[in-house]
DNA sequence: ACAAATTTTTAGATTTGTCTAAATTTATTA
DNA sequence: TAATAAATTTAGACAAATCTAAAAATTTGT
């Protein structure tokens, strides 16, 4: 496979999470930043290597064989962020660019070494889950920090948004994962919060709040 | 610059170790597997960018820019290959084949925190030298082992050929860089040599002791 | 339900890196 | 040194991945 037919799949694994039945032409177009002409020869090569159901004009899916393909591709790319942040003390928001040139890097043992030099790790990063070699994907039942209720508490598990913009963000405000939040108020016009973290009382934006998943500490 | 031009530049490296002045353009076609015509085109693209000295019909040279570029390339290939043998306990006939690969990868903070990890190694897995983050590159004195006067001993510093069956041979009569060998005899008719390697005696052919670099013990 | 808007595909062009075959230049040698 | 051989370059083609513009299919809205 091509550097480019990989990045495709992967673009279409995670167009797909939820319960997306087809992808359109234009998601894809606009998830690669192509066109969907572009896309339209793609799907068709793809169809033709058995790595997604294509029919013309009615949309695009992954195959089994797609779906293996892609938790494979992701399992790198997440492997090589842990590696970056815990053996070379790379921060969280640096990483995500170096890891899409170390995804396509092609030997199976190095993957399995890399598993095994970082302990196995079940999660990036960034919290997101680190599919098994065998395909294993616990997608977790994530909730959003602006779904939990005021006077609730909930820990961070990870974040929506990956961009190094939202996470220096975090960076910024003492804001980690694994940090506890107590939802103090909500502003209704806005959607705010006013949260406790820590010590510290934090005001935060609908937008940073819907981009924060968290799990709900059970009363 | 793509993939392509960073092999092309490397192999020109290769082939300007000594004291050649031009190379030949079959010579890069050998040495990259290709067509003399594709050599061609290859070096009126890297000779616009600055990278090569080329006139058609007289051969090829680096320039310093080249030389600088190529010095880079071979220094995170040599890095990646300590890295995978050292970190990931991978053998030396392993690593060439995917330091292929991580050789492209773009971040200069990457290949100095994997140097950091590493402890700054001065020597690649197969005894070649790492050049320095600025491009110090220390070309060793090396002889090889068939150059080794009868009665005289030697360190095995490196390997010429890097070829994994030439590393599985070593592997498989205990060779390792680092050893001592002393010169018993030398066989007039085929140049092959009887030696001393530990406690054992062994008899390397011509082809084997001319691709052992070694470091003779002053008496 | 049918015209308009949107989405998607096709057709043809472009770039990169490669190839083959022919032409050209340089090197060899009789 | 002139003919022959070898090396090198040019010309034209191709595959991969992309693009633009036009055509075709689907969806939407009244």
């Not at 993957?111 to 999660?123: G, H, M, Q, R, Y």
Request: proline content about 3%.
């Amino acid at each position: 496979m091509t550097h480019s037919e990989e990045n495709y799949i992967k673009a279409l694994f995670h167009l797909s999470i939820g319960d997306v039945e087809v992808i359109s032409t234009n998601a894809v177009a606009e998830k690669m930043e192509t066109k969907p002409s572009s896309v339209t020869d793609m799907m068709k090569k793809l169809s033709e290597k058995g790595l997604v159901h294509y029919k013309k004009y009615q949309g695009v899916s992954l195959t089994d064989l797609g779906t293996k393909t892609a938790l494979s591709i992701i399992r790198k790319h997440r492997l090589w962020e842990v590696f970056l942040v815990e053996k070379l003390d790379f921060t969280w928001d640096e990483v995500h660019e170096i890891a899409e040139q170390l995804e396509h890097i092609k030997s199976e043992k190095l993957i399995d070494k890399l598993d095994e030099l970082l302990s196995f790790p079940k999660f990036d990063p960034h919290g997101d889950p680190i599919p098994g070699k065998n395909g294993e994907f616990i997608e977790r039942d994530n909730q959003l920090l602006n779904q939990i209720p005021i006077g609730f508490s909930a820990i961070c598990v990870g974040v929506k948004d990956s961009s190094a913009a939202f996470l220096r963000f975090l960076d910024k405000n003492n804001i980690a994962l694994g940090n506890e939040i107590k939802i103090l108020e909500k502003e209704e016009f806005d959607n705010s919060l006013r949260i406790l973290i820590g010590q510290r009382e934090l005001h935060l934006s609908q937008q940073i709040a819907s981009n924060l998943y968290v799990k709900m500490i059970k009363l």
